[in-house]
């Protein structure tokens, strides 16, 4: 029998678990297919302040009741919002998988939202902006985002802005949680030494009352690029140049992260090697392929010196550059390696094997076998790779920065640099 099964209750919810039967804990959680691009500009952020908000009582347990019988047993409780999904999960030794179970299906389904509470939390997470405000590759992150999927909900911050979350009001909150939080785009995600008809037995409990139905549906994304700046007394310049990337569903999807992981995934890389070894410009420099249900960005991050970054973009377009029409069969062949090397050292962590199950599912609809993904992965090729990186190239440029920006060449100039 497969160590990987999924069952779909009557309500619509999937239950999935992988199971290891050599380990000793269990890692659980629902993730719900709703996120930052599910937000529109009235309520930016409601996602992550909901997140927030669940873990300050349901109509069971307070707060201090929430974390004291997660962590009577020695579990851990988190949550996490991203731009497309929102996930609760629990990690706990084996035997205690029905009380993570039991405390995540409340917290998911029975939230009080209490108004005091949330004007204390409210403060919380303005805090939480404000020290994201104070931090510039945090900073450049975010306006990368926002350039390059302007005036959308997939390009606005996940956190919202200062005043709106100071404003938002409970019904918000409530509203959103109501539409969005529904069994048909719900993952129960479990991995570690479990049964599955035991899990599937305790979801049937712990989740027959998830409202059902279709979500509201999402605004398609449509990347733009552009230029952001910010000019700031800093010690470093935070830069990232992007492209138009490749979606989940994308064909390519693989290749360009084996473009990625070769040009700058690690220390053998070339962006590492030219740019850092050879030369000593930056301290960091990394590519980052961001993927998404209907789009994608392909991102070059450095940081550097005022009078380095003169120096520094003119290479990394050559190099990126070079991808396009100099790539060896060995340095893809390195790639791949890397590359499956990730995925499998990540099977030995419950947390890890729970999450990608989840998004999976979210994503693709079904599991992916590790043996599919490998195959993918080891038929990417010279040619693919360079196919990939034209790609990249023919796409309008997404250049954003923050720091001493003096020396640093304008859009038009970069964009040339870029230009096939």
Not at 368 to 373: G, H, R
């Amino acid at each position: 029998m497969s160590a990987v099964r999924v069952t779909t209750l009557a309500n619509g919810l999937r239950v999935a678990s992988n199971r290891m039967p050599t380990v000793e804990t269990v890692s659980l959680g629902v993730w719900i297919e709703a996120g930052g691009r599910d937000e529109d500009a009235a309520n930016c952020g409601v996602s992550h302040l909901l997140e927030h908000m669940v873990f300050k009582g349901t109509e069971r347990r307070d707060a201090r009741a929430i974390a004291e019988e997660i962590e009577s047993v020695g579990g851990h409780l988190n949550a996490h919002t991203s731009r497309e999904y929102t996930a609760y999960y629990a990690k706990v030794l084996k035997e205690d998988i029905a009380l993570a179970v039991d405390i995540v299906a409340d917290i998911v389904q029975n939230a009080v939202i209490d108004p005091e509470e949330l004007d204390r939390e409210r403060t919380v997470v303005v805090q939480e902006i404000m020290q994201t405000l104070d931090t510039p590759d945090d900073i450049v992150f975010d306006r990368f985002q926002e350039t390059a999927f302007p005036d959308q909900p997939i390009g606005r911050s996940i956190l919202g802005p200062p005043d709106l979350i100071r404003g938002l009001p409970r019904d918000a909150l409530v509203g959103y949680m109501q539409d969005h939080y529904r069994a048909a785009r719900m993952v129960l995600a479990a991995s570690g030494n479990l049964e599955h008809d035991t899990l599937v037995a305790l979801a049937e409990r712990a989740f027959a009352d998830l409202p059902t139905g279709d979500m509201p549906k999402r605004e398609p994304a449509r990347y733009t690029g552009g230029d952001w700046r910010d000019d700031r007394d800093l010690e470093q310049v935070h830069i990232i140049l992007g492209l138009e990337g490749m979606a989940y569903h994308d064909l390519d999807f693989y290749a360009q992260s084996v473009l990625s992981t070769f040009l700058g995934g690690g220390m053998s890389s070339r962006l590492f090697q030219e740019i850092r070894e050879k030369r000593g410009l930056v301290y960091s420099i990394y590519t980052f392929p961001t993927s998404f249900a209907d789009a994608g960005i392909f991102g070059i991050y450095a940081g550097t010196g005022a009078t380095e970054v003169a120096e520094l973009i003119p290479l990394v377009c050559e190099e990126m550059h070079k991808v396009s029409s100099q790539v060896g069969e060995e340095e893809v062949a390195r790639a791949r390696t890397q590359l499956k090397a990730s995925i499998l050292m990540s099977l030995e962590s419950t947390s890890a094997r729970c999450e990608q199950l989840a998004r999976q599912l979210i994503v693709f609809g079904r599991p992916l076998t590790v043996s599919e993904i490998v195959s993918k992965i080891e038929s990417i090729d010279v040619d693919a790779v360079q196919r990939v990186a034209s790609k990249l190239l023919a796409s309008t440029p997404t250049v954003t920065a923050i720091g001493p920006i003096s020396h640093m060449e304008d859009y038009n100039s970069v964009a040339a640099r870029l230009a096939l």
